[in-house]
């Protein structure tokens, strides 16, 4: 029933894919599907109204008349056009030339800027600095007591003069602040304010008040991503109130997405910096606006994934395993298990699943997706004697019956886990086969519908554009062929073939194979594909 | 060197890969066992919930005019007209552009749309909003009417219809067989959810009722204190415990004083979650499964508040839907509304899930709270 922004804008490009021609009426139609599917995904009727404008004037101009597939340059337009109205660039935190740069919170009650002024500190923390908070929300019952339990977290000071709960002024707490922060040489101050609605003239002025005391250097207007049609008029009174200089998206891990982004960063024309995404300190990110654009139209975030990986990952532990996959033995159940070890570690498995192309599609699926399930895999693993994790062959019935039993589970699971175990397998040879990545199995073939909304923009992807030269180009060109399903080197659209065959045959006897087989294939292509891009962008 | 590195993060995140690949088939065939019990757990609630129990006392709600403990909530007649005065405000361009849009001289296409348009600003939803456009422009031909003050009628009558001012908006409160009436308080992070038990409470003490509260946030920071400062303000205990615990415990020990005490209300306030967290919503379960205990065996939770910000959009929907899911909510509590917001997820929620909005949270002050009353939010925006 639900129905995310992602989903519609799919199911409209299937339908546009494959017409040679596109008619006005068409073209029509797709601009009402999108419009429909932004209004519900709660972007700003003023927004979609311009955005469905400029669509529809692109798509039925000599450049979609004139491309070889319509469907797929329209697809490649709207996408163009989020990240252009989703600000196009990353923008960073502009420091002051003498610090301390001074930061400070706005926004509606509830938004989340007391939470997020803890994961600003933390953040800032980890990249060298030494941020101090000041307590300027003495409004809200015991908003200072919880920033400074945050500040402890974040391991900031936190300046807190006021008890707070309607006590103190908060103009002076801010200019105090600034003094204090001189003498105890913070670089970097954030001043968190009370939570006050764009209407209320009264603490508008307080707020500019607040800012005309610190000059501030940035001036962060938080705002909560499940906002609706409000979030034009709220932006707009905070804009002329306090003249926001980025925007903060909160609770950006909630299944809205999108809409709140694209209103505010159109109406405003301020660029979205931070993203939050969670409960703990370090669920805060800088905000991406391609990567937004490509998660809005489901193209998935691997970047994100990869610098998570990275992160997290064990260097010794993965080379070993590389040079193994390399010298030609086969990855065995005692690497999964070490692999399973820093799967964890990158954190929620589900999030990880969320950034995958096309997952949109399995939405559900992932929901409904329960994290022990990676535990209960690993106790399967672990049931089994060190010989049979080195050698899986070794798997007859009554071994599997064992490991069933002390896993505390059935022998089907136990099948299932190492039918799948065979396929991943079959993967790394072919990996070390085809010389690092090979031209990913049957790309179009498996992707189904989303593959046109997947394609074209590659090109787009960060990261391939500066980098990579020669190398980024044939890629390119590599993905505009995918639809296909087929590379444009013989041998590896070879390979293709025989590994599209393999994984036919494995799956072919599976009952469940429509309902994940999708996933599982989809994950695997545009793994392969993307991987190298990213990459590229190191 | 880098290479292996880069190599090696391929390997790693192909495995995520593969696993996920996996574990979403199992999981999801798990979910369907799992949810079977759930929903039996669930069911009895609607049956025993507020129609039954406490009939027409949310009216009279704020009209307690006894003097509370420490301070005196203000007069429920001024209480109502400053919604009244809030919401005119907030809705003003919505009530004037619907006027001036109905008043024209012709009906055409680009009229209905820019009505359309205009609910739709409202956070009212594509499907009401398409629903309550056709109805009116069916009975526009019907009547062959072309008087604004007619139109501005009709469209009143559809607005009234797709809000239901049939409902049961009454907050289950009054005592029975001498055990308390339990609330338990739920929603996402920020909706007000904290703010809001302690306005109920104030308003329960304003009606000569022994309340108690429990701080079942256990997960952010300070909410705890926050609720105390709250129940302090009208000399209401609160049950806590140190931050981290497990916040069932919090709800059972709070249900369970309630009952020694012989008190008419037990209040719980949870913390905020994502309705997409799923861990979280199981907990939520617990805490509502857990707190019904001491009550005995057959009773269940008495009232089960979604709070909902007016500010949220489409995704409001989503969000009643999964809590009603895990914990069958009985009524929502609309906050926020003294912004520019209009609220109108809410017309979408009640007629999908048939749940009631029972108050609506009107700014920061401690007693700007006010049951819902449909006529006069429906007024509030068509007379702009």
């Known amino acids: 029933m639900f129905n995310s922004l992602s989903d519609r804008l799919t199911t409209t490009f299937k339908n546009l894919r494959g017409k040679g021609r596109l008619t006005e009426a068409d073209v029509d139609q797709t601009i009402r599907e999108i419009r429909r599917a932004l209004l519900d995904a709660d972007v700003a009727l003023p927004v979609v109204r311009a955005f469905t404008g400029s669509v529809r004037e692109r798509a039925l101009s000599e450049e979609v008349s004139q491309a070889l597939n319509p469907g797929q340059q329209i697809v490649k337009i709207v996408n163009a056009e989020l990240v252009d109205i989703l600000g196009g660039q990353t923008r960073r935190i502009a420091f002051a030339k003498r610090p301390p740069t001074v930061i400070m919170l706005a926004g509606l009650q509830g938004a989340g800027k007391t939470t997020l002024a803890g994961k600003l500190a933390h953040w800032l923390k980890q990249e060298g600095h030494r941020p101090m908070l000041v307590a300027a929300d003495l409004q809200r019952p015991n908003a200072v007591n919880q920033l400074q339990i945050v500040g402890e977290r974040a391991g900031a000071h936190v300046y807190a003069p006021e008890p707070g709960n309607g006590v ?189 192309p096309g997952m949109s599609q399995h939405k559900e699926q992932l929901e409904s997706f ?61 990996m070390r086969n085809g010389g690092g990545m090979p031209g990913m199995g049957g790309g179009g073939r498996s992707r189904g519908p989303q593959a046109a909304p997947g394609m074209p923009a590659m090109p787009g992807m960060p990261g391939t554009g500066g980098h990579g030269g020669g190398g980024g180009a044939s890629k390119r060109k590599k993905g505009k062929k995918k639809p296909a399903g087929k590379s444009g080197n013989p041998a590896k659209r070879a390979q293709e073939a025989q590994a599209a065959e393999l994984r036919r045959q494995g799956k072919a006897p599976e009952q469940k194979g429509a309902a994940f087989g999708g996933i599982e294939m989809g994950d695997d292509d545009i793994d392969l594909s993307k991987l190298p891009k990213g990459f590229g962008g190191f | 060197m880098e290479s292996v590195i880069y190599a090696g993060i391929g390997v790693l995140v192909l495995l995520v890969l593969i696993v996920g690949a996996f574990l979403l088939a199992p999981s999801r065939r798990r979910r369907r066992d799992s949810s079977a019990p759930a929903t039996v757990t669930g069911a009895p609630g609607p049956d025993t919930g507020p129609g039954e129990a ?32 809030r919401l005119s405000k907030s809705n003003t361009t919505l009530g004037r552009g619907l006027l001036t849009l109905l008043s024209r001289e012709t009906l055409d296409e680009q009229t209905w749309e820019e009505i359309e348009d205009l609910l739709i600003m409202a956070d009212i939803g594509v499907d009401p909003t398409t629903e309550i456009v056709d109805a009116l422009r069916e009975r526009v031909r019907v009547l062959g009417t072309r008087d604004p003050q007619a139109l501005t009628e009709l469209l009143r009558e559809e607005m009234v219809r797709a809000v239901d001012p049939t409902m049961d908006r009454t907050l289950a409160v009054d005592p029975i067989d001498g055990s308390p009436r339990v609330v338990l308080v739920v929603g996402v992070n920020g909706s007000g959810k904290t703010t809001t038990v302690g306005k109920i409470a104030r308003v329960l003490v304003a009606q000569d009722r022994s309340v108690l509260l429990g701080a079942a946030d256990t997960f952010r920071a300070a909410a705890a204190e926050q609720l105390s400062t709250w129940g302090s303000r009208v000399g209401v205990e609160t049950v806590r415990k140190e931050e981290g615990a497990d916040p069932a415990s919090v709800a059972f ?37 857990v707190a019904a205990r001491p009550l005995g065996d057959d009773r269940e939770i008495d009232e089960v508040l979604l709070v909902l910000d007016a500010t949220t959009g489409q995704n409001g929907l989503q969000q009643a839907k999964v809590f009603s899911e895990a914990v069958n909510i009985t009524g929502i509590v609309l906050t926020k509304l003294d912004g520019t917001a209009k609220g109108g997820i809410v017309v979408a929620v009640q007629r999908t899930l048939g749940v009631p909005v029972k108050l609506i949270g009107l700014g920061e002050g401690a007693d700007d709270l006010a049951p819902f009353d449909a006529h006069e939010f429906v007024d509030a925006i068509v007379d702009g």
């Open chain 1, 168 to 356: 103190g002024d908060p103009v002076r707490v801010a200019t105090d602040a600034m003094d204090v922060a001189k003498s105890k040489l913070h670089d970097i101050v954030i001043v968190d304010t009370a939570g006050r609605l764009g209407i209320d003239e009264e603490l508008m002025q307080q707020a500019r008040d607040i800012r005309d005391a610190v000059q501030p250097d940035e001036i962060l207007f938080v705002i909560d991503a499940m906002i609706g049609q409000d979030a034009v008029a709220t932006a707009n009174a905070f804009n002329e109130g306090v003249d926001f200089s980025g925007v903060v998206l909160s609770k950006l891990d909630g299944d809205s997405r999108g809409g709140a982004a694209l209103s505010v960063a159109q109406v405003t024309g301020k660029p979205i910096m931070f993203a939050s995404t969670g409960e703990s300190m370090t669920d805060f990110e800088l905000f991406h606006p391609d990567r937004m654009a490509d998660r809005i139209l489901d193209m998935g975030d691997i970047l994100t994934l990869i610098e998570q990986a990275e992160r997290t990952f064990d260097e010794k532990e993965t080379e070993r395993l590389t040079k193994k996959v390399e010298s030609g033995e086969d990855f065995d159940l005692n690497d999964f298990l070490t692999q399973m070890a820093s799967l964890k570690k990158m954190g929620s498995l589900k999030k990880m699943l969320g950034m995958m």
């Open chain 2, 253 to 289: 020990s709070a249900v369970e004083r309630g009952i020694a005490e012989d008190l008419d209300v037990v209040m719980i306030d949870t913390a905020g979650r994502l309705q997409n967290k799923k861990g979280l919503m199981d907990e939520l379960g617990k805490v509502k499964r």
């Open chain 1, 370 to 430: 329960d994290e022990r399930e990676v535990d209960r895999i690993e106790a399967i693993v672990r049931s089994m004697t060190p010989q049979e994790r080195a050698n899986p062959k070794l798997l007859n019935g009554s071994r599997r019956q064992r490991i069933a039993r002390g896993a505390g589970t059935t022998v089907t699971q136990v099948n299932q886990l190492m039918e799948r175990f065979g396929q991943a397998q079959k993967m790394m040879r072919q």
């Open chain 2, 54 to 85: 406490a009939p027409g006392d949310a009216d009279d709600e704020p009209a307690g005019a006894s003097a509370p403990v420490l301070e005196t909530p203000t007069e429920p007649t001024s209480r109502l007209a400053r919604l009244r005065d």
